[in-house]
Nanobody, 122 residues
Framework: QVQLVESGGGLVRAGGSLRLSCAAS????????MGWYRQAPGKQRELVAMIRSGESTNYADSVKGRFTISRDVTKNTVYLQMNSLKTEDTAVYYCKARILPAGPYTSFDNYWGQGTQVTVSS
């Protein structure tokens, strides 16, 4: 079984910083992409940032220059450093990873974490 476990959410004032972590555990053979999505109340889930094999990254325009995604391949963990937070960053943040499970599997599949709440107050 593959699981994604997120941590690091919380309440912060506007202008502050938070760091989210997401670790993939279980029977993981390979990961070719990890990233973060968010969903605010009444809105659709949107991509925040993604990092792929080869370390290429992409960001939503709304977070460019403020958020940084990185990963530790030895720990199957992805991080999201969020600086200069704004009230509009308030949302549930979800980790997503494209994983090839260990065992008799030949294709990658998408896995999601349970979500972590980020609340930015004015």
């Amino acid at each position: 079984q593959v699981q994604l476990v997120e941590s690091g959410g919380g309440l912060v004032r506007a202008g502050g910083s938070l760091r989210l972590s997401c670790a993939a555990s279980g029977s993981v053979s390979s990961i070719n992409a990890m990233g973060w999505y968010r969903q605010a109340p009444g809105k659709q889930r949107e991509l925040v940032a993604m990092i792929r094999s080869g370390e290429s990254t992409n960001y939503a325009d709304s977070v460019k220059g403020r958020f940084t995604i990185s990963r530790d391949v030895t720990k199957n963990t992805v991080y999201l450093q969020m600086n200069s937070l704004k009230t509009e960053d308030t949302a549930v943040y979800y980790c997503k990873a494209r994983i090839l499970p260990a065992g008799p599997y030949t294709s990658f599949d998408n896995y999601w974490g349970q979500g972590t709440q980020v609340t930015v107050s004015s």
